[in-house]
Structure formats: structure tokens, C-alpha cells
């Protein structure tokens, strides 16, 4: 049968409450960062970037934290509903460069 | 407009078969990315492809993998002899130049390797 594979963090919260997000990412060089809603059985989706030279970035309900002292980077979301629970990845890219490097991801869970 | 596609949504094949796994990038987008997802991890980079060229090929796992593009648009991923370990979901994301820009994800194909 198919290997069982690592199990992902699991956050779960409450309706209405708010959700913070955490990542590590890998590259001291990486300038640009994006994270990434993936929903069960489709590919993830697109929902906030940073550049390196802001530390702060707002979206609808959404906001994302830069901290390049040490390589940290979160996803605020606020009054979670039930449409966010998914599994959310941070992913990193050095401007220019093609590649991206993916986080391992977190599944967030809304408790109704 | 349409999206990234992939086909087919989801393949079962027998250990040492070959298989074909396709991507039709959103037109006009000349970066496309394969990743591939295990159960429960996360994405790993396998490739990407700038035009019809492949700069970066140091994800693919191992000499049974390959991938070409032509036209600058749709994309295949060849899994040759498979093996169990290779059961994982393929996904595949295009963007219109560079890695700074949106990757666009497609549904991915879910491979079942017996």
C-alpha cells in the first residue's frame, strides 16, 4: 500500500479568532517570499508576497511578517472562517533566479 | 481565461511501467515548474523550464525521470520504470518570466504506482 509520509503541523482554531502562521525559511540570500493556500485536492494557490526590503505586507484579512534577522516569516489571518482551513505553505525565491523553495507546510484547521 | 491543466487527473500503473504525465501551462507564460507532493509533505521542486529550455534540472530524483517542453507550452513529465516510491501527486505551475512572478498551479495528476 502507499507509504504514510510525515504528518503535517496541524494548527486549529477557532471561528472568528485569529491565525498565525509560522515559517523558517532556509536562505540567508532569498529576497522575495510568498505564501500559498492549498485546499484538499487542488493545487496551491497564490495569496501574499514580500520582498525582502519590507518587513510588513497587508492583503484582504491577510498579513505577512518578515523578519530577516532570523529567517522567519508568518501569515497573520484574521477572523479565520471555515474557507481557510487548509494547508498553507511559505515559499522562498531569490529575485532573479527561477527556482522556489517551498516550505513543508502547515495545515490549519477551523473549528466551527 | 483557462488555467494551468494536467492530465491525466489521476493514473494507476504497475510497478516497472513507464508513464507520461502532461501540463498545459496558461498561454503566453513562458516559465513552467514541475513539483511533486507525497502524502502529507510538502512541494518538491523536480524542474522548470524557461522557454524550452530546462536550466535547472536538479530536482528530478533520479536518471528515470525526464521532462521536455515544446513550443514553449505544453509540458511532459516521463517516469520510466516505476517504482512505489514514486507514488506522490505531480503538480505543475507556470508563470509569465521569472520565479519572482505568481506561480499558477494546476489540479495535479495523483499517481499510483502497485
Known amino acids: 500500500g502507499e507509504s504514510v509520509g510525515l504528518h503535517l503541523p496541524t494548527l486549529s482554531v477557532q471561528e472568528g479568532d485569529n491565525s498565525i502562521i509560522n515559517c523558517a525559511y532556509s536562505n540567508s540570500a532569498s529576497d522575495y517570499f510568498i505564501w500559498y493556500k492549498q485546499e484538499s485536492g487542488k493545487g496551491p494557490q497564490f495569496i501574499i508576497d514580500?520582498?525582502?526590503?519590507?518587513d510588513k505586507r497587508q492583503g484582504q484579512r491577510v498579513t505577512v511578517l518578515l523578519n530577516k534577522t532570523v529567517k522567519h516569516l508568518s501569515l497573520q489571518i484574521a477572523a479565520t472562517q471555515p474557507g481557510d482551513s487548509a494547508v498553507y505553505f511559505c515559499?522562498?525565491?531569490?529575485?532573479?533566479?527561477?527556482?522556489?523553495?517551498f516550505g513543508t507546510g502547515t495545515k490549519l484547521q477551523v473549528i466551527p | 481565461g483557462a488555467g494551468v491543466s494536467q492530465s491525466p487527473s489521476n493514473k494507476v500503473t504497475e510497478k516497472g511501467k513507464d508513464v507520461e504525465l502532461r501540463c498545459d501551462p496558461i498561454?503566453?507564460?513562458?516559465?513552467l515548474y514541475w513539483y511533486r507532493q507525497s502524502l502529507g509533505q510538502g512541494l518538491e521542486f523536480l524542474i522548470y523550464?524557461?522557454?524550452?529550455?530546462?536550466?535547472?534540472k536538479s530536482g528530478l530524483p533520479s536518471d528515470r525521470f525526464s521532462a521536455e517542453r515544446t513550443g514553449g507550452s505544453v509540458s511532459t513529465l516521463t517516469i520510466q520504470r516505476t517504482q512505489q516510491e514514486d507514488s506522490a501527486v505531480y503538480l505543475c505551475?507556470?508563470?509569465?518570466?521569472?520565479?519572482?512572478?505568481?506561480?499558477?498551479f494546476g489540479p495535479g495528476t495523483r499517481l499510483t504506482v502497485l
Open positions: 515559499a522562498e525565491n531569490i529575485m532573479g533566479y527561477q527556482k522556489v523553495t
Open positions: 498561454s503566453g507564460h513562458t516559465a
Open positions: 514580500i520582498r525582502s526590503n519590507m
Open positions: 523550464f524557461q522557454g524550452n529550455s530546462a536550466p535547472d
Open positions: 505551475a507556470s508563470s509569465p518570466r521569472s520565479g519572482t512572478d505568481t506561480q499558477y
